[in-house]
């Protein structure tokens, strides 16, 4: 098990053995299920309702 940090990314070889109680997906996983994942749409979309909040 890798237990250090030193800012080298390990081999997938030295990781597959250890137990995962987490697994981290990135967002390419995200938007291959929708779209509108994608960073320019959610930012696209919290500047609409940023806009909204401001002319109330």
């Known amino acids: 098990m890798v237990?250090?940090?030193h800012g080298q990314l390990a081999d997938w070889p030295a990781l597959a053995d250890d137990e995962w109680s987490t697994l981290l997906l990135g967002n390419g996983l995200s938007?291959?299920?929708w779209p509108?994942?994608?960073y320019k749409?959610?930012?696209a979309a919290r500047?609409?309702?940023f806009r909204s909040e401001i002319q109330l």
């Open 3 to 5: 237990t250090s940090i």
């Open 47 to 49: 500047e609409s309702e």
């Open 31 to 33: 938007m291959n299920l």
């Open 41 to 43: 749409s959610l930012y």
């Open 36 to 38: 509108g994942f994608g």
